[in-house]
């Protein structure tokens, strides 16, 4: 029933684009700036966990196509329940009044189901952008609440936390949010950063407090570095604010070639990695290696801290989804984009050193600037828009516990919930 419309060559083909010309990054306790800036220019990926560094790019390609899929000529089998529906898991488990099912408790108190007190299960929606992934988890969420079972969405989208910028990151609306509590939305100024450190112990403390309201928490994920980060065993390093200082004050006065000589003598493995001329990454590492006075390739294996996961990714054809992306961003302009980034402005947006760079926001500002036409900015828009998806399709294609489903299917919220398990 539920079958990808595209091949396996197109499948192979978008995993292989992912990964050409990937750089390494140093990306130690991010700020969303240092991401934002990872993923959309993107090049070979060297992020930091515990005292050291994961390497994303050469141990992951195995992952990209879990062994549980089933391939056939022309078609990809994407569906494998989070559970085997003869384990006792069913839609008959989700649907009928709460009390036929044994559901008792409201949704300020402990979740049962037979005098038994459940965890309520994580609900993950992953996939690129203009997939809809909100609005699935929009109806998925309503769906739970006719049933009985109250629900609220956690968004784990990067730029969805800063106020006003509601246009050019497709925030959804208060329609369009249809009566559903949204968590880590408008939490910041265009001028304030943020790390995924924070957004990772803000995101857990919504679903924990989701759960013990007997609540359904539904993450919805445009990034599968942030999912990676709330959902699995992934520590970032501290910062020392002093010692930040004191390295880009020897920064400044010494260059980058002098800091990056020094990074090699510490760590030649590091020096590797980030170029010379790349001052912020350097800083970062000597910053690291100062605090923790180590450096070493690992990859974060894929395990969970969170109880209770179930994650599913939203697919389409790319074409189909190129369509999307071309509409979004005229939908985008005709509704005020331009207009929006003038009213940033007046709130620091060109100090923001994330939110100015936010795909839209930072074509607006080159074309207020005269660096660009109109028609170009869009035009950049679109294309960074379009590239920034296969990136964000190619993580997610890596971590082998999603289970895909064809986004533009009829029914999907409804086939979804059959696939739930009703507990953690």
């Avoid at 515990?50 to 994407?78: K, M, T, Y």
């Avoid at 992953?126 to 309503?142: M, Y």
């Avoid at 969170?306 to 599913?312: F, N």
């Amino acid at each position: 029933m539920f079958r990808s419309a595209g091949n396996l060559p197109d499948l192979i083909l978008q995993e292989v684009l992912s990964l050409i010309d990937l750089g390494r990054i140093l990306a130690v306790g991010f700020r969303i700036d240092e991401v934002a800036s990872l993923i959309d220019g993107a090049f070979d990926l060297i992020l930091v966990a515990g005292n050291g560094s994961l390497d994303l790019v050469d141990e992951v390609h195995s992952a990209s196509f879990p062994s549980h899929s089933r391939f056939e000529p022309g078609s990809v089998d994407i569906v494998t329940p989070a559970r085997p529906l003869s384990q006792g898991v069913g839609r008959d488990q989700w649907v009928g009044t709460p009390e036929a099912r044994g559901w008792r408790d409201g949704p300020d108190g402990p979740l049962r189901h037979n005098d038994e007190v459940l965890t309520p299960p994580l609900i993950v929606l992953n996939g690129p952008t203009a997939s809809g992934k909100t609005a699935l988890a929009v109806r998925v969420a309503q769906l739970l609440r006719e049933q009985g079972r109250p629900a609220e969405i956690v968004n784990a989208d990067s730029m969805l936390v800063y106020r006003g910028m509601d246009i050019g990151t497709a925030k959804p609306t208060p329609a369009e949010r249809g009566g559903v509590t949204h968590h880590l939305i408008d939490l910041l100024e265009v001028d304030q950063t943020a790390s995924v450190a924070t957004f990772q112990r803000l995101a857990r403390a919504a679903i924990a407090d989701c759960r013990s309201r007997g609540v359904v928490p539904i993450l919805v994920g445009g990034s599968a570095l942030y999912v990676h980060a709330i959902l699995d065993e992934f520590e970032f390093p501290g910062t020392d604010p002093a010692l930040r200082a004191r390295l880009e004050d020897e920064l400044a006065r010494l260059g980058p070639a002098a800091l990056h000589g020094r990074l090699a003598e510490l760590s030649p493995e590091a020096a590797a990695d980030i170029l010379p001329g790349n001052g912020r990454r350097i800083v970062r590492a000597l910053e690291v290696i100062e605090l923790t006075g180590s450096w070493r390739a690992t990859l974060p294996a894929w395990s969970y801290a969170v109880d209770g996961v179930q994650q599913w990714g939203l697919e389409m054809p790319r074409e189909v989804l190129d369509e999307r992306i071309d509409a979004r961003v005229e939908r985008m302009w005709a509704d005020g984009l331009v207009a929006e980034v003038r009213t940033l402005l007046g709130r620091g947006l060109r100090e923001g050193r994330t939110a100015s760079r936010a795909l839209g926001y930072r074509q607006v500002l080159a074309f207020l600037d005269g660096e660009l036409s109109e028609q170009e900015a869009k035009r950049q828009t679109v294309a960074g828009t379009r590239r920034f998806a296969r990136k964000q399709l190619g993580w997610f294609r890596r971590d082998p516990r999603i289970h895909w489903l064809p986004a533009a299917e009829p029914g999907l919220a409804e086939y979804l919930l059959t696939q739930v398990s009703p507990d953690a």
